[in-house]
């Protein structure tokens, strides 16, 4: 479960540096490797 928070977290961070689009593309695309 602590993965999960960590997931979470990364993906707020990925949010406020990049920007909603890029984030979610980057968060899409490794979520397929674990």
């Known amino acids: ?3 999960v928070t960590w997931k ?3 993906k ?3 949010f406020e540096e990049y920007g909603y689009d890029t984030a979610d ?3 899409s695309a ?3 490797l674990t």
């Open 30 to 32: 490794t979520s397929t």
């Open 1 to 3: 479960m602590g993965n």
């Open 8 to 10: 979470r977290d990364a």
């Open 25 to 27: 593309r980057l968060v």
């Open 12 to 14: 707020q961070n990925l």
